[in-house]
C-alpha cells in the first residue's frame, strides 16, 4: 500500500516535470539543478559564479530550504533575480518537487533568462529522486565529508551530469585523499566531469565556469 502511495508520487512529480521541461524549451531557458548535503559550500559557489557571470548570461536563481530566506538573501546581493523557496509550506519537504519549481516561476519572467539556477535542499537522498524538469544535475561533495559518500550514496552521483569537489583549500590540513572521492564519483557514474574547486582561493573555478557556459550555448543552439 506505502509503496504504491509513493509510486504515485513519483508519477505525478514525472508528469509535472515532463510539462515544466517543454515550458523550459519554449523559453529557451538552461535549468541547472545543484544539490549536495548542508554546507557543502552550494551558495557560496553559486554566488562567486554570479559574480563571474555578470551581464553575460542573463541568469535567475531559485533557491529552496526547509525554513529562513538566509541564501536567498546572499544570492540576491549578486544582483540576479532570486526566489526563495521555504518547504516547510510545503509540508517540509527535504526537495524541491517539479509542482514547487513550477509555482515558483510564476514569480520570474522566464522570457529574460537564459539559465535558471536551482539550488535544491541541503540532502544527499531526497532530491536525486525528483526530477523537476532540469536540463542537468550536479552534485557538490566538500573535502570535509569523507572521500566515501559516492559508494554511501550512489543515487545522486549516478543520476547528476557533473560533480564539484568543494573546498580544496582546506587540503592541506585535512587526512583527505582527493584522488579516491574522485575515483569513488567516477565508479558511481564513469562518464561524468569532477570539477575540484575551492571558493575561497578560486582554484578551479575557470573550469567549471567554463563547463556551466558551454552547456547553456549549447541548450541555445538547439
Ligand atoms: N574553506 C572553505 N570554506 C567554504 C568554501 N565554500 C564554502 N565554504 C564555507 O562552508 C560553509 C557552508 O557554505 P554554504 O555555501 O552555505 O553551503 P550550502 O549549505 O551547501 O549552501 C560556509 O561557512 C562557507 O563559508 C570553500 O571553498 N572553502
Ligand atoms: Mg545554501
Known amino acids: 500500500m506505502e509503496v504504491k502511495v509513493v509510486r504515485r508520487v513519483l508519477d505525478a512529480n514525472e508528469t509535472m516535470a515532463q ?3 517543454q515550458m523550459f524549451a519554449e523559453k529557451g531557458v538552461f535549468v541547472f539543478n545543484l544539490m549536495s548535503s548542508p554546507g557543502s559550500g552550494k551558495t557560496t559557489m553559486l554566488v562567486e559564479t554570479l559574480k563571474r557571470l555578470g551581464s553575460e548570461i542573463p541568469t535567475a536563481v531559485i533557491v529552496g530550504d526547509i525554513c529562513t530566506t538566509n541564501d536567498a538573501d546572499r544570492l540576491a546581493q549578486t544582483g540576479v533575480e532570486v526566489v526563495q523557496i521555504n518547504t516547510d509550506q510545503f ?3 527535504c526537495h524541491l518537487g517539479a509542482h514547487v519549481i513550477r509555482r515558483a516561476c510564476q514569480d520570474i519572467n522566464l522570457d529574460a533568462v537564459d539559465l535558471l539556477i536551482v539550488e535544491n535542499v ?3 537522498v531526497c ?3 525528483f526530477d523537476m524538469g532540469e536540463d542537468r544535475r ?4 566538500s573535502v570535509t565529508e569523507g572521500e566515501d559518500k559516492p559508494l554511501k550514496y550512489p543515487l545522486m552521483f549516478r543520476v547528476c551530469d557533473m560533480a564539484v569537489l568543494s573546498k580544496i583549500d582546506l587540503l592541506p590540513y585535512l587526512d ?6 574522485v575515483k569513488n564519483i567516477n565508479t558511481v557514474n564513469p562518464n561524468i566531469p569532477v570539477f575540484c574547486l575551492s571558493t575561497r582561493t578560486g582554484e578551479g573555478f575557470e573550469a567549471w565556469m567554463e563547463w556551466l557556459k558551454n552547456q547553456v550555448a549549447a541548450k541555445n543552439k538547439s
Open 19 to 21: 510539462e515544466n521541461r
Open 91 to 93: 509540508g517540509g519537504d
Open 122 to 124: 541541503g540532502n544527499l
Open 127 to 129: 532530491p536525486a529522486e
Open 138 to 141: 550536479g552534485v557538490v561533495l
Open 176 to 181: 583527505y585523499d582527493k584522488d579516491l572521492a
